[in-house]
């Protein structure tokens, strides 16, 4: 099965802006020859996927991600996560609590999102939070019939389709 091809919303460019170009080299550079290899390299793609996939967990199903690219403050978010996982995929060396720090706080901005408290700046969602008006109701004290219309909320006005006839339900009596 192919994976659905989402834009990244930072790049190693960011990251790099983020920790210093020294940083990311050092934290990349495994052989210690001031060069990244391809192999080296493929933990910075990785680090961006990993920053980028977390923004979609928290974020995909509130914005359209071609939305979320154009966001200055999902740029921040990912750049942050992005240099974490850059850092904490180095061997023998510690994460920098500063990297530490700001992709907690970026995770936390997210669930504040997810949880519905706040909302992306400058970014409309793809569903309006309207309520819905429904005259259906679930009532589990019922055993037959444990969907129940409200009248009330019904159209008075009969409709083309036929009725299916609950027989169980007509003539059996319910305490």
Same mark, same amino acid.
Request: overall charge negative; some cysteine; aromatic content about 10%.
């Given at each position: 099965?192919?994976?659905?091809?989402?834009? @990244?919303?930072?790049?190693?460019?960011?990251?790099?802006?983020?920790?210093?170009?020294?940083?990311?080299?050092?934290?990349?550079?495994?052989?210690?020859?001031?060069?990244?290899?391809?192999?080296?390299?493929?933990?910075?793609?990785?680090?961006?996927?990993?920053?980028?996939?977390?923004?979609?967990?928290?974020?995909?199903?509130?914005?359209?991600p071609s939305w979320l690219v154009q966001s200055n403050i999902v740029n921040h978010w990912c750049t942050d996560l992005a240099a974490y996982c850059v850092c904490r995929m180095a061997r023998l060396n510690p994460v920098p609590e500063s990297a530490i720090e700001a992709a907690q706080e970026a995770k936390d901005m997210m669930d504040r999102i997810m949880k519905g408290?706040? @909302?992306?700046?400058?970014?409309?969602?793809?569903?309006?939070?309207?309520?819905?008006?429904?005259?259906?109701?679930?009532?589990?004290?019922?055993?037959?019939?444990?969907?129940?219309?409200? @009248?009330?909320? @019904?159209?008075?006005?009969?409709?083309?389709?036929?009725?299916?006839?609950?027989?169980?339900?007509?003539?059996?009596?319910?305490?």
């Amino acid at each position: 099965m192919a994976l659905l091809a989402l834009p @990244s919303y930072c790049t190693q460019a960011h990251v790099e802006s983020c920790l210093s170009a020294y940083c990311v080299l050092a934290r990349l550079d495994d052989d210690a020859d001031s060069q990244v290899s391809t192999t080296e390299q493929d933990r910075m793609t990785i680090a961006v996927a990993r920053g980028t996939e977390t923004c979609n967990f928290y974020l995909y199903w509130f914005y359209e991600p071609s939305w979320l690219v154009q966001s200055n403050i999902v740029n921040h978010w990912c750049t942050d996560l992005a240099a974490y996982c850059v850092c904490r995929m180095a061997r023998l060396n510690p994460v920098p609590e500063s990297a530490i720090e700001a992709a907690q706080e970026a995770k936390d901005m997210m669930d504040r999102i997810m949880k519905g408290w706040n @909302s992306v700046p400058g970014i409309p969602k793809r569903r309006m939070p309207v309520g819905v008006f429904d005259n259906l109701r679930a009532d589990p004290r019922y055993r037959f019939q444990v969907i129940r219309v409200e @009248s009330n909320t @019904s159209s008075p006005q009969p409709t083309q389709k036929p009725v299916n006839v609950d027989w169980q339900d007509n003539y059996t009596l319910e305490f």
